[in-house]
């Protein structure tokens, strides 16, 4: 099991930008493929992004493309979502994530067996 810890949250206007960060204490973190997914209130938990264990491969949900951009440094265990042009839908809490059995990202968001405790972000318009 990996304990993650995402910090990086707040209150924004829309068109602004925010950074999370996402802290694992994971064994072999550079082994695993990494998350982060969202959940609005009233709504269910929807995937925002992955990168693959070296980080040489990105995926994306259509409603971020372009304005979200997710990365890793695996020297300090950490992984990031850079998000920018933020607008009011974007308002959620942000979940990082972690696949401990994969490296590879496959479209399953059930692959994922590891959370953080999420981190609130709300952008007004």
């Known amino acids: 099991q990996g304990q993650l810890l995402e910090s990086g949250g707040g209150s924004v206007q829309a068109g602004g930008s925010l950074r999370l960060s996402c802290a694992a204490s994971?064994?072999?973190?550079?082994?695993?493929?990494m998350g982060w997914f969202r959940q609005a209130p009233g709504k269910g938990r929807e995937f925002v992004a992955a990168?693959?264990?070296?980080?040489?491969?990105?995926y994306y949900a259509d409603s971020v493309k372009g304005r979200f951009t997710i990365s890793r440094d695996d020297a300090k265990n950490t992984v990031y979502l850079q998000m920018n042009s933020l607008k009011p839908e974007d308002t959620a809490v942000y979940y990082c994530?972690?696949?401990?059995?994969?490296?590879?990202?496959?479209?399953?968001?059930?692959?994922?067996?590891?959370w953080g405790q999420g981190t609130q972000v709300t952008v007004s318009s």
């Open positions: 994971v064994r072999t973190f550079s082994s695993h493929v």
């Open positions: 994530a972690v696949d401990l059995h994969r490296g590879n990202y496959y479209g399953r968001p059930t692959d994922f067996d590891s």
């Open positions: 990168i693959n264990w070296s980080g040489g491969r990105t």
